[in-house]
């Protein structure tokens, strides 16, 4: 039976997530186990940023109209240059983004132990928990979240047993608008990359068509100590493409080498769009492979859905032929590579590097 990209994440789990997320409606401080220090790898010491001449604007990742003639050649660049960008005119109904956003926040304001019950299994995938990574940090994020690999059916029965379908219904929906943008994205990235239409044509029927995603509905409550906490921890995202919506509170930052950490604000009607690990071992590179943590603030309650695009878990990925100079990475399955990153974190690239 053909594989999907959550088989690659079934029982890859080397260090079972067997913590619970915090009833965050029920603190009034930070609790020490949600603590973080400078040496917690959180980035949070890391707030090395260049002293800019007075005025200079600081640069930031591009917004991009993918409609527009030239998008091809600001998608490129962003790729090579950020790792991430900003899309507009990118097909996906501003209602339906809205509808999901909504579906979100409700499941979020369900009782702590209403969604305790839909609580993702430790070996599993979909289900409410705190990050998959959590593991391996020393302290707790600021954050609450529901992954949808797959049907998300049986664990919203068990949040909403009366009327789950809703849920289920609009989930389905923006999944498959998802899938359908991010393969378009996938091809603009790839002509930008220089792969010619019969190599396109190639990779579309080799893995592009059966590649599909997974959801994360990411929570970020409101933090009473925001200095001292993190949402998400500093990671890359381990697939081809991540497209993020980002409701309107701040709290995505990537990491500029030489700058530090650098906000992408919210753009209204924008969707976020960054490299996976994936697509920077098919680029050979030349895709920046983008480290990006959250940070959470004590006022606004941030919400995301995150959807993540990636191959069949038995595809077999290595640099496109025919790019500029050496291949820097040898082929792996996309299932040995998710084995090797829940292992090793980010160290997990270094298995594979030439
Ligand atoms: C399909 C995916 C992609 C996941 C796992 C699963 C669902 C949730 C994604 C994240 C989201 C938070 C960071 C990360 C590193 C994490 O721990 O969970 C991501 C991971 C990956 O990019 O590998
Ligand atoms: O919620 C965000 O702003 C980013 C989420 C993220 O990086 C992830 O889910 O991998
Ligand atoms: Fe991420």
């Known amino acids: 039976?053909?594989?999907?990209?959550?088989?690659?994440?079934?029982?890859?789990?080397?260090?079972?997530?067997?913590?619970?997320?915090?009833?965050?409606?029920?603190?009034?401080?930070?609790?020490?186990?949600?603590?973080?220090?400078?040496?917690?790898d959180s980035g949070i010491g890391r707030r090395t940023c260049l002293a800019r001449q007075p005025g200079a604007v600081a640069a930031s990742?591009?917004?991009?109209?993918?409609?527009?003639?030239?998008?091809?050649?600001?998608?490129?660049?962003?790729?090579?240059?950020?790792?991430?960008?900003?899309?507009?005119?990118?097909?996906v109904p501003h209602d339906l983004v809205e509808d999901v956003e909504e579906h979100a926040r409700r499941l979020f304001k369900l009782p702590n132990d209403q969604k305790l019950k839909a609580l993702r299994a430790p070996n599993g995938v979909t289900g409410y928990g705190v990050p998959r990574?959590?593991?391996?940090?020393?302290?707790?994020?600021?954050?609450?979240?529901?992954?949808?690999?797959?049907?998300?059916?049986?664990?919203?029965?068990?949040?909403?047993?009366?009327?789950?379908?809703?849920?289920?219904?609009?989930?389905?929906?923006?999944?498959?608008?998802?899938?359908?943008?991010?393969?378009?994205?996938?091809?603009v990235m790839l002509k930008a990359l220089g792969v010619d239409e019969e190599d396109r044509e190639k990779l579309s029927s080799s893995f592009l068509c059966q590649s599909d995603g997974a959801l994360q509905l990411n929570s970020y409550p409101c933090c009473p100590n925001?200095?001292?906490?993190?949402?998400?921890?500093?990671h890359t995202d381990s697939l081809l493409i991540t497209i993020l919506h980002q409701n309107?509170?701040?709290?995505?930052?990537?990491?500029?080498?030489?700058?530090?950490?650098?906000?992408i604000r919210p753009t209204p009607g924008a969707l976020v769009v960054n490299i996976g690990n994936l697509?920077?071992?098919?680029?050979?590179?030349?895709?920046?492979?983008?480290?990006?943590?959250?940070?959470?603030?004590e006022t606004s309650h941030r919400f995301t859905i995150?959807?993540?695009?990636?191959?069949?878990?038995?595809?077999?990925?290595?640099?496109?032929?025919?790019?500029?100079?050496?291949?820097?990475?040898?082929?792996?399955?996309?299932?040995?590579?998710?084995?090797?990153?829940?292992k090793h974190l980010e160290k997990g690239l270094s298995f594979i590097q030439l």
């Open 133 to 187: 990574f959590s593991p391996f940090f020393p302290k707790l994020m600021w954050h609450e979240g529901f992954t949808i690999a797959g049907s998300a059916m049986e664990h919203a029965k068990l949040l909403w047993p009366h009327h789950y379908e809703e849920f289920c219904d609009a989930m389905d929906k923006y999944k498959q608008k998802m899938k359908s943008l991010a393969y378009n994205i996938l091809l």
């Open 61 to 91: 990742p591009p917004v991009i109209d993918l409609r527009a003639p030239d998008a091809m050649w600001l998608v490129g660049d962003a790729c090579r240059r950020w790792g991430v960008f900003q899309v507009t005119n990118h097909g």
């Open 279 to 297: 697509m920077h071992i098919l680029s050979n590179g030349a895709f920046h492979n983008m480290y990006h943590r959250v940070v959470p603030n």
């Open 1 to 40: 039976m053909a594989t999907s990209i959550s088989n690659a994440y079934e029982d890859t789990n080397i260090h079972p997530n067997n913590t619970i997320p915090l009833d965050f409606g029920s603190v009034l401080q930070l609790p020490e186990s949600h603590v973080w220090t400078d040496d917690d």
């Open 248 to 263: 309107d509170t701040n709290g995505l930052q990537i990491m500029q080498e030489g700058v530090g950490w650098v906000p």
């Open 306 to 342: 995150g959807y993540f695009y990636g191959p069949p878990a038995d595809s077999v990925l290595a640099p496109l032929p025919k790019l500029p100079g050496p291949p820097r990475f040898r082929a792996v399955t996309v299932k040995e590579y998710i084995g090797l990153k829940n």
């Open 226 to 234: 925001p200095s001292q906490a993190i949402g998400l921890a500093p």
